[in-house]
C-alpha cells in the first residue's frame, strides 16, 4: 500500500491520509455501535442519537470501513482543519449513498477528530 501524507491544500481534495485511517475506522465503529460500550464514545448522546437515526432511516445496517472505501473517500484542508468525508458501506460490504463527516484539528499530542454528521450528501 502507498503511504498517503498529510497535506494543506485548499484548492484540491485529496485521498484519506494513510496515517488517519485506523482513526477513522474507529469512529465508523463506534457510530455504528459494532463495538461493545454502554457509553456514546467521544460524542454527545444527542448526536449519536440522531447519527444512528439517519443510517436506520436509510435502511442498511453499517459495517466497517473496508479498503474500497479509501479509494472514494476524501480530505480537503479548510485553514485551520481538514473536512473528510469517509464513505460508508453496509454490514454485507455493499457501498451505500452515507458518508461520514469528520473535522480533524492539529493538536499538541497529534490530531483530533469531531465527527460532525453522518448523511447522504
Known amino acids: ?4 501524507p498529510v497535506l494543506k491544500d485548499a484548492d484540491a481534495s485529496h485521498p484519506v491520509p494513510t496515517i488517519w485511517r485506523s482513526s477513522l475506522t474507529h469512529l465508523v465503529e463506534m457510530v455504528a455501535g ?3 460500550s454502554e457509553e456514546p464514545g467521544p ?3 444527542d448526536d449519536l442519537i440522531r447519527w444512528r437515526s439517519n443510517i436506520s ?7 466497517g470501513v ?3 472505501s479509501w479509494e472514494t473517500s476524501v480530505v480537503q484542508w479548510m485553514d485551520g482543519y481538514w473536512d473528510v468525508l469517509v464513505d460508508l458501506f453496509s454490514a454485507d460490504g455493499q457501498r451505500t449513498d452515507l ?3 469528520v473535522q480533524i484539528f492539529e493538536s ?4 483530533e477528530f469531531k465527527v460532525d454528521s453522518i448523511h447522504v450528501p
Not at 500500500?1 to 498517503?4: A, D, I
Not at 432511516?57 to 459495517?63: E, P
Open 99 to 101: 458518508v461520514m463527516s
Open 66 to 68: 473496508p479498503d474500497e
Open 57 to 63: 432511516r436509510y435502511g442498511a445496517s453499517i459495517g
Open 1 to 4: 500500500m502507498t503511504e498517503v
Open 43 to 45: 460524542f454527545a448522546m
Open 108 to 111: 499538541e499530542s497529534g490530531y
Open 34 to 36: 459494532m463495538l461493545p
